[in-house]
Each structure stands twice: as structure tokens, then as C-alpha cells.
């Protein structure tokens, strides 16, 4: 049974950073792209930054440019999100999800797995 598990969330001062990690169980990250998305209260759910299976590409979208990262640890199984500056408009619960052998996309639908969330609150 596939899992990821999010962790890192939690309340930060505008201009202050937090690091997130998506865990995964039943998956290998080595053949899978990750996805980090994230929902705002009253929004849809939106793309943040992604990583290629190989890990030899990342995209990001451009409210995140400069600021945040990802990685991927093989030999751990997880994928890292480095959030740097971060800004009121970053409050939201942040989804990692998986798919098999894709390149870093911002497409939702080329993920076949996600975690359940972890919130992330920057207060002003």
C-alpha cells in the first residue's frame, strides 16, 4: 500500500523559512516524480514546484521563484521542500503526490498518489 506522509508544517513569521518533507512508503522516489501543490482556504488547489524522477529537473511556479527548493533523498525516500521568505500569501495546507517515470510537472493529473497535507501558517 503506497503512503506519503507530509511533515514540517507549522506557524512561521513572514521572512522566515521552514523545510517540509514528504515521506514515502510503498513507492520508490528513485522512478517517481514529485509534486508539491497547496490549498488556501476558499482557493483551488495549486501547483508549487515539482521534481523529475531522475531528479535532474525541478519547475517551479513563478509566486515561489527564488525562494523555494526541492530535493529528492533516494536513500531516504523522500523529497524535501525548502520554503525560504515565506509570506502570508504561502499559508496553506501543502500536498506532496507521486507519479511513476514524469518529468517535474505542474499537472495535477500526472500524480497517482498523494499525501494527506501538512498546514503551513505565516503570520504578518
Known amino acids: 500500500q503506497v503512503q506519503l506522509t507530509e511533515s514540517g508544517g507549522g506557524l512561521v513569521q513572514a521572512g522566515g523559512s521552514l523545510r517540509l518533507s514528504c515521506a514515502a512508503s510503498?513507492?520508490?522516489?528513485?522512478?517517481?516524480?514529485v509534486g508539491w501543490f497547496r490549498q488556501a482556504p476558499g482557493k483551488e488547489r495549486e501547483f508549487v514546484i515539482a521534481i523529475s524522477y531522475s531528479g535532474g529537473s525541478t519547475y517551479h511556479a513563478d509566486s515561489v521563484q527564488g525562494r523555494f527548493s526541492i530535493s529528492k533523498n533516494n536513500a531516504k525516500n523522500t523529497v524535501y521542500l525548502q520554503m525560504n521568505s515565506l509570506k502570508p500569501e504561502d499559508t496553506a495546507v501543502y500536498y506532496c503526490?507521486?507519479?511513476?517515470?514524469?518529468?517535474?510537472?505542474?499537472?495535477?493529473?500526472?500524480?497517482?498518489?498523494w499525501g494527506q497535507g501538512t498546514q503551513v501558517t505565516v503570520s504578518s
Open positions: 503526490a507521486a507519479g511513476l517515470r514524469k518529468p517535474a510537472s505542474s499537472w495535477d493529473a500526472e500524480y497517482d498518489h
Open positions: 510503498g513507492l520508490s522516489f528513485s522512478d517517481h516524480a
